[in-house]
Each structure stands twice: as structure tokens, then as C-alpha cells.
């Protein structure tokens, strides 16, 4: 978003979610493209989200994502990139409690103390504010809201397994998600951008007639956009949403000192004590997740015997037409033996790309 508010601004271009539009068409070719090529050298189709799981997972990810791009764009009409960047941080609020909700993670100490410096963090950067609108505020915490919405449902599907949405790879989830997400922005673009849509705005580079440049400028756009989407959900499906956003302080730390040198945002001594307090938070967050990990690790038991002749029941036989059994003996339905059967297949080499 922040990109497309430089691109615009130097090309005085009117249309930013035309943009975003364009960008989103983009991403789902190029992953099409890369999925014929893999399932052609593989000789193997890749997964296939039915409508109905789309509609029930896929859809609600969607048109967070293009709600959030939506309301981030709007709000840069009113606020500084600098004042976006922090306030659009305490999406990792929103993520924590949603996950905190949905039993994604457990509630430590560390982390009501990392939550509690980014907020008093961006209260710091918003408080004494010359450049601070209310208007563009809120806009922005609705986004936030979105991204957490967003990223957790995410985790969600691509690690919980009592989701029965076969998709734990990025390549698949971006497939699976973009169609969504061009469904949600149409009607904002028409809305906010129909009015003065016209070829001759399209195509406008420097109020010179430029369609070539312009929709190569997009199309480079989109491959960024899609190399920046693959890398959040190929980190997503290894760690979690709150250790996603933790992450994204290092790009938002490069964009403050880009809006500071570029366009000339204001940080004065409270707004920078405020960014360093969101940093310690992150920080906090990384280092005692790390430590959990660790340690869990460390001290998790071999299995023993008893335990591993009690796996291998799972696999014993059943008579056809019953299904399978399962974890002591339990039947396990023929249809649930198919989708364990599919979430196997994912897991394997040659369906992966990585």
C-alpha cells in the first residue's frame, strides 16, 4: 500500500486500487502458470479446494485481505506513511487475541508484556501528533483488524488439523485465496475509483499517454507483490501469525526511515521512543517463543516402546467397505480415510515445489 501511495504521487496517478487490482490478476496467473508447470514435470495434480470449503474458509480470508488493502489505502489520504506504518502495527494485538480465541496460543506472562509495549508503543507515537487524523486512524485499526482476522483464519487452515481444507502449501493457498480477494476489491474499486475511470487515466504516465509503461509498472508490482505474498504464507505455515507480524517490524522499520527520508515525515522524540518500545515488544515476543521452542524440544521424551507398538494400531487393517482403523482400533469412515489420505500426499516430495 505504501508502494502504491509513492507510485502514485509520482506519476500523479488517481487509481491506487486499480492498481491493487491489477497486482491481485497478476499474483493468480503467475501461480497458475507455476502450478501447470509443477504438476507437469511432477505428473501429479496438485489439490483442489472444493467450492463449499471455499466458501466456508477461503472466502472470509479473502475479503479481509481486500478490506484491509481497501481501508489501508483510503486511510494514506489522511495520515503520514509514518503514522500508517505504527498504527497499522498493532495488527499483532489483533492476531494475538484472535489466536488466544481460537486456541492457536496459550497465554504466558511474556506475552501480556510484549502486547503491553506495542501498545503503550503506539499510544507514544500517535500522542502529541501534529500529522494525527482521527478519520485516518480508525481507518487504519479497521485494516489492522482485517490482518489479524486475516493471518490467523490462515494459520488456522494451513496447520490445524481439524480443518478439513486441504491446503498447507503457499503456491495453493495463494490460488485459493486471490480469486476471493478479486471478488471483494471490485466493488470498492467501482465505488471509490468508477467515477474517473476512464482508458485515458489508465493510461496516463506524467499526463502523457503511456499504457505500456503503466501496466508494466503494475505487472512489476505484482511480481513483487507475489514473491512478498508466497514468502508470508511460506513463513505463516512454519511458525505462526503473531511470529509473521513480528517479523514484518524489519519492513516496517525500513519504510519509516524511507518516509522520513523521501516524503518528509516528522518523528519527533515521543514518536520515537514509541518505536522503540514496539521494537522491544517484538523483540521480547521472538526471543521467548524462541526459548519455548527450545526448550520444549530438549525436553520432550523418546518414545518407548509400549508408545510405539500403540502408533502402529493406527495402521492395522480393516475389512473393506469399512474404512480404516484408526488409534486403537477405532473405525475411521471411508470419506475421513480419503482426507487423511490427501493431507498425506501434501507432505511428500514431489508435492512440494520447496
Not at 40 to 62: A, D, S, T, Y
Not at 272 to 290: A, D, E, P, W, Y
Not at 310 to 324: F, H, I, Q, V
Request: hydrophobic share 45%; proline share 4%; glycine share 6%.
Amino acid at each position: 500500500m505504501k508502494q502504491n501511495r509513492g507510485l502514485c504521487e509520482e506519476m500523479h496517478y488517481r487509481l491506487p486500487l486499480f492498481i491493487v487490482t491489477g497486482h491481485y490478476v497478476t499474483k493468480y496467473l503467475m501461480a497458475l502458470a507455476i502450478r501447470s508447470i509443477v504438476e507437469f514435470v511432477q505428473k501429479n495434480r496438485r489439490v483442489r479446494v472444493p467450492l463449499r470449503e471455499q466458501l466456508r474458509w477461503l472466502m472470509p480470508i479473502g475479503f479481509c485481505a481486500s478490506l484491509d488493502i481497501g481501508l489501508s489505502n483510503w486511510s494514506l489520504e489522511y495520515v503520514t506513511v509514518s503514522l500508517y506504518t505504527m498504527a497499522k502495527s498493532s495488527s499483532i494485538l489483533f492476531i494475538v487475541g484472535f489466536s488466544l480465541f481460537l486456541k492457536l496460543e496459550r497465554w504466558h506472562s511474556s506475552l501480556a508484556v510484549s502486547a503491553f509495549l506495542i501498545a503503550i508503543g503506539l499510544f507514544l507515537f500517535t500522542l502529541q501528533s501534529t500529522q494525527l487524523d482521527f478519520r485516518g486512524l480508525v481507518l487504519v485499526e479497521m485494516a489492522a483488524l482485517c490482518t489479524g482476522f486475516r493471518w490467523t483464519i490462515s494459520q488456522l487452515i494451513m496447520q490445524g488439523e481439524e480443518c478439513s481444507t486441504p491446503v498447507r502449501h503457499p503456491l495453493d493457498m495463494m490460488i485459493a485465496v486471490q480469486p476471493w480477494m478479486f471478488v471483494a476489491i471490485v466493488p470498492i474499486v467501482i465505488v471509490a475509483e468508477g467515477p474517473e475511470m476512464t482508458w485515458e487515466v489508465i493510461t496516463s504516465f506524467h499526463n502523457e499517454y503511456e499504457p505500456a509503461l503503466v501496466f508494466s509498472l503494475v505487472f512489476s508490482g505484482g511480481i513483487l507483490a507475489f514473491l512478498m505474498e508466497f514468502s508470508e504464507y511460506l513463513l505463516l505455515v512454519n511458525t505462526s501469525g503473531i511470529t509473521l507480524s513480528i517479523i514484518g517490524i524489519v519492513k516496517e522499520c525500513i519504510s519509516l526511515l524511507l518516509a522520513h527520508q523521501i516524503h518528509g515525515d516528522r518523528l519527533s522524540d515521543v514518536n520515537i521512543v514509541g518505536l522503540v518500545l514496539c521494537v522491544l515488544g517484538m523483540t521480547l515476543h521472538s526471543i521467548t517463543k524462541h526459548t519455548r521452542q527450545k526448550s520444549s524440544v530438549l525436553s520432550s521424551p523418546a518414545p518407548s516402546r509400549r508408545e510405539s507398538s500403540s502408533k502402529s494400531c493406527s495402521s492395522s487393517s480393516s475389512p473393506p467397505g469399512l474404512g480404516r482403523r484408526g488409534t486403537c482400533g477405532k473405525i475411521i469412515s471411508p470419506k475421513k480415510v480419503v482426507e487423511l489420505e490427501d493431507r498425506r500426499k501434501l507432505l511428500i516430495p514431489e508435492q512440494t515445489i520447496i
